[in-house]
């Protein structure tokens, strides 16, 4: 008896021990970082994470993470359906020499909300997305990637959309370029609300199964084309609408099989205002302001 | 048997007890080692807070007080973060840094002096963002650019300067870009470019709204900006102005107000000086919408409201959009 006793009272550290490892074990449907959090926690409001990374597998598919308070949380792997969202305060993803977020997530969609990505001239891509049902980016700021703001070359149907989104400084001349939409199959479904995109080696650059539309957006300062689209093997749809591209290469461009068309906006200070190369399409309503070169190729009256 | 085992196991567990306790003083010295290492290393993210001290290194756990103090132990091209609100004071910037605050804010707050200099590298960029810059009638300028390669304002109020809320004058290829900030009451102007020497400048300015200053809008100089979405209203004098551009096309206006300032709407002066405006509003100003002097140009795309002006007036040439 006496030996036994305290092989008992190893019984309740075995059950902290089983009772521990369930919180972290379960997923949750909403879980917290914090930028004094620890990624032992189980992610709770009451004991936060420290990381993205950290609190992405104590999240269910569909979940989300949110920010509790300004941190920096560091580039993640999303591989299903999740959120990471922060209002209101500062939310870091800073890394050098990788990709900030990778999206492999199958057919899953994932929102993200909030975020400062930041690459410090030596990260890869700001956003990699590899495989997934949707990406949507809102209210981020993207700079300083040796690639690409945002890389999207989907496999099979994708749809992006960024919104309310500030991409700056991937101005790398040969693998820069703030968004790029090239996929390998299915159809890419893009649309730009209110993103802004400053010094990279082009703002919006579309290619083959594309469908896009960018609307109050803006790009300037690109070494290459503030928007365009290019098709080889097919014919990619750009839509400006109200958007100001200035002191690019290139205002627009349309290459190709593409089609562009542009309406209510403005093309200045450019080397080339608009254009077109290997028959390209431009289409644009009458409505455009143009003080540089180029003219679309037909103008359509508005309805 | 069972005896010898728990006596072993109780041993060999006050023997860790041991071992641990002749590791302490190991313990401090390695954390001691660590903390300088953290002091004089610049983080490529730093923090400050309202209730923060400059000694620390600028952690998130151990924020600093000031941008100042803060942007000393911060790596070129890192990031200064905000971490709760507070008052953290004027600093130059002399390398690429980003100075963040997402909704708290951020005070810079100054009397006499100028808030912010940036005095940076050819190729450095600065970015500014979610700052709330106050010159309380005696700060000379909100933000002074005197060197560096580009620099982004947003999301900033700049607010009673007896100078320029915006003061860019790059020695060299310089851009701005300002988004989504307020500048009202300063006595010298809100947004003034004008190159220095051999420099020259381009931007864009977009959804910045400009109130009660000398002026909106004033380039000056080798300078290529398009301003749009935007509106300058109740300046003393004009609401967008180009002055002796040497450039093609020295400011685009579009999709912008210029109302009730106390002269001109838009103003181009000087020969080369070309200011284009698309789709906007120019009304009630005391001179005139639209005011040209010494063959400087305005050209519209025929879709400008000009009204209600102090005097009637025509764009030099239109130009149809396309």
Not at chain 1, 184 to 207: I, K, P, Q
Request: hydrophobic share 40%; with cysteine; net charge neutral.
């Amino acid at each position: 008896m006496r030996a036994f006793l305290p092989r008992a009272s190893w019984i309740p550290a075995v059950a902290l021990t089983l009772c521990a490892a369930l919180p972290a074990g379960a997923q949750a449907t909403r879980t917290w970082v914090s930028g004094v959090g620890d990624d032992a926690n189980p992610c709770s409001r009451t004991a936060p994470c420290k990381t993205f990374a950290g609190s992405i597998s104590k999240t269910a598919a569909g979940g989300e993470i949110n920010v509790l308070d300004p941190g920096g949380f560091g580039g993640v792997t999303i591989t299903k359906s999740i959120s990471i969202i922060s209002d209101g305060f500062e939310a870091g993803v800073l890394v050098s020499g990788t990709n900030g977020i990778i999206v492999n997530a199958g057919t899953g969609d994932v929102y993200l909300r909030g975020l400062d990505l930041e690459g410090l001239g030596t990260g890869l891509n700001g956003i990699f997305f590899v495989s997934g049902g949707s990406l949507t980016v809102e209210k981020c700021t993207i700079q300083n990637f040796s690639q690409r703001g945002i890389d999207f070359p989907p496999s099979a149907k994708a749809k992006l959309t960024v919104i309310d989104t500030t991409i700056r400084g991937q101005n790398n001349a040969t693998n820069g370029g703030a968004i790029w939409v090239h996929p390998s199959g299915g159809l890419a479904s893009v649309v730009l609300e209110r993103v802004r995109m400053d010094r990279n080696l082009f703002g919006l650059r579309v290619e083959e199964t594309v469908r896009a539309v960018a609307n109050d957006s803006i790009a300037v300062n690109s070494i290459a084309e503030g928007f365009g689209a290019i098709g080889t093997a097919a014919g990619p749809t750009l839509f400006l609408t109200r958007t100001v591209s200035s002191f690019n290469a290139t205002g627009l461009r349309s290459e190709g099989l593409a089609t562009a068309r542009t309406t209510d906006s403005v093309f200045s200070g450019n080397t080339n205002g608009l254009v077109t190369a290997s028959g390209g399409t431009l289409i644009s309503y009458g409505t455009n302001e143009n003080d540089g070169s180029g003219a679309p190729t037909m103008t359509v009256a508005r309805q | 048997m069972r005896y010898s085992r728990g006596y072993s196991r109780a041993f060999s567990k006050k023997e860790i007890v041991m071992n641990l306790r002749s590791f302490r003083p190991l313990l401090a010295l390695a954390a001691f080692l660590l903390v300088p290492s953290l002091a004089f290393g610049q983080a490529t993210r730093t923090w400050v807070s309202g209730v923060g001290d400059d000694a620390n290194p600028c952690s998130r756990t151990a924020p600093c007080k000031t941008f100042a103090g803060a942007i000393s132990k911060t790596a070129a091209k890192g990031e200064i973060n905000v971490l709760d609100p507070g008052g953290f004071g004027g600093v130059t910037i002399t390398k690429s840094i980003s100075i963040v605050s997402d909704h708290i804010e951020a005070g810079v707050l100054v009397s006499g002096t100028n808030a912010i200099i940036v005095n940076a590298g050819a190729t450095d960029t600065v970015v500014l963002r979610g700052l709330d810059i106050e010159g309380l009638g005696t700060g000379l300028n909100g933000v002074r650019f005197i060197a560096g390669g580009a620099l982004h304002v947003e999301r900033c109020s700049v607010k009673g300067f007896t100078q320029r809320g915006i003061d860019f004058e790059p020695p060299a290829a310089g851009q701005l870009y300002v988004l989504d900030s307020v500048f009202i009451e300063n006595a010298a102007g809100a947004i003034f470019v004008k190159p220095s020497g051999t420099g020259s400048a381009n931007g864009t300015i977009d959804h910045v709204q400009m109130e009660r200053n000398l002026f909106g809008l004033h380039v000056e100089g080798l300078v290529n900006m398009s301003i749009s979405n935007s509106y300058a209203a109740a300046n003393s004098t004009q609401g967008f102005e180009a002055l002796n551009t040497g450039g093609s096309a020295g400011l685009m206006v579009s999709g912008s107000s210029s109302v009730s300032n106390g002269m001109g709407g838009v103003r181009a002066d000087g020969l080369n000086t070309v200011l284009r405006v698309t789709d906007s509003t120019l009304f009630a100003n005391g001179t005139a919408g639209m005011v040209t002097a010494n063959s400087g140009q305005i050209i519209s795309s025929g879709d400008v409201r000009n009204v209600g002006n102090g005097a009637l007036s025509s764009p030099t040439s239109t130009v149809p959009p396309q």
